[in-house]
């Protein structure tokens, strides 16, 4: 099914006695899948674009690239540097924003700008009843009523089927420097903490292979100011650093083997990855100053067991892709979702 | 505006209600002498009053889930409060509720400057979040314009911003983790040091929901490291529509100032007056401010006063020193106090595309006109929150009623041109009736349907948020 309106939407839905499976361009493939495909594609475009307000709105199944380039010649950007998981997971097809925003997918830039849902402010979306549904709006303050936009952010399309979604832009950076720091693993979280915690509004804080990398961004006087300060202070060098290749995860990609995404608290970081290594973990990448782990470890290992506080999502890989959680949470959820879709209609096990 | 009838049998049970309350409670956290609780029946709304049934003060959250599980099996509403400072009537009780006050929870429970954050018991203030770590060079970010005195919990309650937003982001965006007691008295705990759920957003959700979905207790907030300075600007114009056009050539520009304020002539007049803060007699100000070293202040305001320059301003004032900087933001910060000394008045909180600033105010303009009543403006220029501050007398029969009229039409044409009812201050019973506005019957619907989720028999805060006729059948 390809609607081409929002209310063919609500009718499809509406009518629909069956599992439905929500597709954007299928390019973030994460959970199990059940049921007819439902595609997104044909409500595409831009319903809203104002640089002058920071300001866009565009349907649910706009392809990410049409979006980027848009702002791109405007000299903006989405803030939270969503990332493609192509090559990771192997997928095609092209990525849509409403995919971004059902993933909550967020790149190296969540530690300064927020993540998908922090520059979220407004959606519509089809619940499981067929009812077309608003949230928030096009102003970036908005507390009126309760904030359906960040409950929709990252809820893989068990709560409704988004059909449009608008954000708050910033201005693109003229300028944009790494400060390349050789040390070991153990000592990075160290680093990136001294960075986090310097004046220098560091915008990515990443670190794998021997090599901790931290970015700022800017103006130009202030970027080479900043860069300059960060270097001297944790003595390092501005170098190269391809924060593409870190945002994509692209060492993971082509390689044999399941992909965590995994969150903790920063200073967990390390430790965390010992204790994962323990349990089969090849190869670790951090990121988020090292509160967010990616893993590469051997198809089928019992990855999660070895973290002890924040989540584990398995990206690419057979297996319960999100963790369990705990008792009241996991109850709350179940009867949100009752209520949002209480056919269980819309990806019913995505999320397990 | 109008309460539901309070519950007669309630009323009745006053006695043995209160009895209950103190079985669970320590004797001084549970006030019911008429002459104490008259300090609750009212928050910064306070053209509504009402005396509640009793007030509760747990110190812990094991006592705030004791005090609400009793509520519970007692049929009991509570009406939670932080500091009583909401502009919403988000605190303001019924006669047959328990105000239920977050006063006593006040202390820092963890800082961690490595991983960049606070947990504090939600009752404590938010400039108090500051000072707890600004010696190590760290502050909380939101800042609404109360902070001295605002709790972090009514911040939650009401997702609260403040002038520094537009780069900082408002509540929801530096909140972390909260513990959270529901009206059954279940203590739950969401979010925590690390970023982002794995599963649905509850922390996303509870933020903003005015206290009707549980009571938070305990928050984990992040904490940013100070910049090395900050500077503003003030630009003053002789039209609302030229600031209006500068400020959209600045954020254009690709200049991101931490805050963009805008004040109209009777707003800079009544300042002035009032603070002898040096403001120009002009028909619209501007305060810009931008933080970095000094290096970076410098190119940052060059390219603002660059860019303002091409306005024709007639005044452009960088501060050359604290002092003046100090001085700068004087008269802005004490505006609505200033404006209180001319008159009463009642503040909105609309927010608008920015892009439909002049045609706002010239609406505004024009239901000034037509009301007869006074507006200033103050405004969050760069993320378009307006507080008009509609002036009226509340000593002249009719005067109040006529104000409230004013200021829903206003809020409406804030929708109409785009936005919305509230950009920081919440709906509260203020502009409960005016949801049907903004939304539809599906929207209201999904959202009390949220609430049914949290608080089944709805006594949590139930008459606030949604207009009483849609959330009739449920608060019954």
Known sequence: M??????????????????????????RQIGRVEGASLHTSGL???????????????????????????????????PFEPYDLRALQGTTGTPTIGGVVATNASGPRRIQAG??????????????????????????????????????????GTLGVLTEVSFKLLPAPQATATVLVQEAEATSAATMAKAMASPFDVSGAAHAGGVTALRVEGLEGSVAYRGKALASLLGGEVGPFDWVAQRDVQAFAGREGDVWRISVKPSDGPATAQALRKLGAQEVIFDWAGGLLWVLVAKGSPLRQGVKSGHATLIRGAG???????????????????????????NPKRMG | MQMPKPNADILARKAEIVARLRQVLPASAVIDDPFETKAYECDALSAYRCPPLAVVLPASTVETAAVLKACHEMGVPVVPRGSGTSLAGGALPTEDSVILGVARLTQVLETDYKNRFITVQAGRTNLSVTGAVETNGFFYAPDPSSQLACAIAGNIAMNSGGAHCLKYGVTTNNLLGVKMVTMAGEIIEIGGAHLDAAGYDLLGLICGSEGQLGVVTEATLRILAKPEGARPVLIGFDSNEVAGACVSDIIRAGVLPVAIEFMDRPVIRAAEKFTHAGYPDVEALLIIEVEGSEAEIAEQLGKITEIAKRHNPVE???????????????????????????????CLDGTIPVSKLPETLRGITALSKQYGLDV??????????????????????????????????????CVEVGGCLTGEHGVGVEKRELMHAQFGTDDLDIQMAIKDVFDPKWLLNPAKVFPLDASEGRRQ
């Not at chain 1, 595409?44 to 010649?73: C, D, F, K, R, W």
């Not at chain 1, 179940?334 to 056919?343: E, S, T, V």
């Not at chain 2, 003046?324 to 008045?345: C, L, P, T, V």
Request: net charge negative.
């Open chain 1, 2 to 27: 390809t609607p081409t309106s929002e209310a063919e939407l609500g009718e499809m839905i509406a009518s629909a006695d069956a599992p439905l499976e929500i597709i954007g361009g299928g390019t």
């Open chain 1, 44 to 78: 595409s475009g831009i319903n809203l674009y104002e640089p002058e307000a920071l300001t866009l709105v565009a349907q649910a199944g706009t392809p990410l690239a049409e979006i980027e380039a848009m702002l791109t010649e405007n000299n903006q950007r989405l």
């Open chain 1, 115 to 156: 993540a998908c849902r922090d520059s979220l402010i407004g959606v519509r979306f089809v619940d499981g009843l067929g009812r077309i549904i608003k949230n928030g709006g096009r102003v970036m303050k908005n507390v009126t009523g309760y904030d359906l936009v960040k409950l929709l952010a990252g809820s893989h």
């Open chain 1, 320 to 346: 319960l892709a999100f963790p369990p959680e705990p008792a009241a949470i996991a109850a709350l959820s179940a009867a949100l979702r009752q209520k949002f879709d209480p056919r269980g209609l819309l």
């Open chain 2, 316 to 346: 452009l004032r960088e501060s050359q020193s604290a002092e003046e900087s100090a001085n700068i933001w004087k008269g802005r910060k004490a505006a609505f106090g200033a404006m209180g000394q001319i008159n009463d008045y009642m």
């Open chain 2, 376 to 413: 200033g403006n103050v405004f969050h220029a760069g993320d378009g929150n307006m507080h008009p501050l509609i002036l009226y007398d509340a000593n002249k029969p009719g005067d109040l009623e006529k104000c409230e009229d004013m200021g829903a039409d206003i809020l409406k044409l």
